[in-house]
């Protein structure tokens, strides 16, 4: 799935409008239209606004392993999803959740 079908897809399933993201996110309704039409592409401050309305961090993840593997980077997509996109969003990482676990 690419960044645009998960904006509009996650959008959805929250049962919220354009208008409705674009109020707390501050991003206008036409441009999120446009992102998730694919006749934009969001920008890196943008698509952690997105993640945090739609509560996605799996978005953050797409943005950031789409963008490495244009410039030729490899990302281990796995130890992102689990470490630095949460933490990013302002989220508990998943590996502090493990580490707590496993000190009981």
């Known amino acids: 799935m690419n960044i645009a079908e998960r904006i509009?897809?996650?959008r959805a399933e929250m049962r919220m409008s354009t208008y409705q993201v674009g109020a707390s996110t501050g991003i206008s309704p036409s441009l999120i239209t446009m992102y998730e039409n694919q006749d934009r592409n969001p920008s890196f401050s943008n698509v952690i606004?997105?993640?945090k309305?739609?509560?996605?961090?799996?978005?953050?993840v797409d943005?950031?392993?789409i963008t490495a593997e244009s410039a030729d980077v490899?990302?281990?997509?796995?130890?992102?999803?689990?470490?630095?996109a949460p933490s990013i969003l302002g989220e508990e990482t998943l590996a502090s959740k493990v580490d707590l676990e496993t000190d009981r």
């Open 63 to 65: 943005y950031i392993c």
């Open 8 to 10: 509009k897809r996650r």
């Open 49 to 51: 606004k997105l993640a």
């Open 74 to 84: 490899r990302i281990n997509k796995s130890m992102l999803e689990k470490t630095i």
């Open 53 to 60: 309305e739609l509560k996605d961090p799996a978005l953050l």
